[in-house]
């Protein structure tokens, strides 16, 4: 039975559960992957043989997605949530592709890096253009905005209550753009969950985006939010992800992309985690079946040649 390797963080980034439950479906093939199990060097020369990789971590070093990269391109094995289309897309441009798709989206504002690039001189690259305009950005955004990383990191932004904080909050910012973002203007917010054709809604507190308990919501709140993810994962190319949207009975307002929501299945309760652990299993079978269906091809005509001898 070919192994599919698990690409995570720590041992409490990838739920255990997930891994037992997608074992018991397929007798024990699933396995945790480390970082130097992904170099494409290590890889020709140790035979190492993982035909589909299941990434949920490796945007948050770019060395390591890179190295992934190149394994996904260079090799046989099939990459779940391409780190290709991560290393394209950010939160930026994935508003930007929502706004363009004809949702509502936060307004927002960009910030340079406060440091540049290691290893370029000051003038080597520059992000934007000094000065930033404090008050310009905070009158822009309105009240009470979020300044955070463009970047998929899974941490969340810093609340920006007034000027001062805004500078506070920019200076403990490290070597990436950074945005500062408006709230959500519709005052109920959604997380729409996919893992390959499994589609799960939860509705969501708007202040601190803790799931509230499972509840059946009707279809005129599902149907749009379901179309409105559909819609953009299209353009993101992502297999693995959940969508947060805002609904106001009327209008869908975009608010964030989180890559691997996997990482809070366990607060899914076990009806929901069921269904996305049995999304997950399809999705791994399908990523295996063209790998599998040329050798089989390859087989039948060497024996029937042989029949033919």
């Not at 891994?19 to 024990?28: I, K, V």
């Not at 992904?38 to 490796?58: H, I, K, R």
């Not at 046989?76 to 394209?88: D, F, G, H, I, S």
């Not at 390959?196 to 509230?212: A, F, I, K, N, S």
Request: net charge neutral; with cysteine; glycine share 6%.
């Amino acid at each position: 039975m070919a192994e599919i390797g698990i690409l995570h963080g720590t041992l409490e980034s990838f739920p255990q559960a997930v891994l037992e439950a997608l074992n018991s479906h397929r007798r024990g093939c699933c396995r945790y992957l480390t970082i130097d199990a992904l170099n494409l060097e290590d890889y020709q020369n140790s035979g190492w043989s993982t035909p589909v990789v299941l990434d949920l971590f490796s945007r948050r070093l770019p060395f390591l997605n890179e190295s992934l990269y190149l394994v996904w391109q260079f090799t046989a094995t099939k990459v779940l949530n391409e780190p290709r289309t991560l290393r394209l897309h950010n939160r930026a441009t994935v508003r930007k592709l929502a706004n363009l798709a004809g949702y509502k989206t936060p307004r927002s504002y960009l910030f340079p890096a406060r440091e540049t690039f290691p290893k370029l001189s000051d003038d080597g690259f520059v992000n934007l253009r000094y000065p930033v305009s404090w008050e310009k950005a905070l009158e822009h955004c309105g009240p009470y905005p979020v300044l955070q990383s463009l970047a998929f990191s899974g941490e969340q932004g810093g609340l920006i209550t007034d000027l001062g904080a805004l500078w506070r909050r920019y200076n403990e910012t490290g070597s990436g753009l950074q945005e500062l973002v408006s709230p959500p203007e519709s005052e109920r917010i959604y997380r729409v969950y996919f893992v390959g054709e499994v589609v799960l809604v939860r509705e969501m507190d708007p202040l601190t985006r803790q799931l509230y308990p499972r509840t059946e919501l009707p279809d005129s709140v599902t149907k749009p939010l379901v179309a409105a993810a559909r819609k953009l994962r299209k353009e993101v190319h992502l297999d693995i992800s959940s969508f947060d949207f805002g609904w106001d009975g009327d209008e869908v307002e975009y608010i964030d992309l989180n890559p691997d929501p996997t990482l809070e299945w366990w607060n899914l309760g076990e009806h929901d985690f069921s269904r996305l652990v049995d999304g997950a299993v399809t999705l791994l079978k399908n990523y295996l079946t063209p790998a599998t269906k040329p050798a089989r091809k390859r087989t039948n005509k060497k024996s029937a040649s042989n029949k033919k001898g």
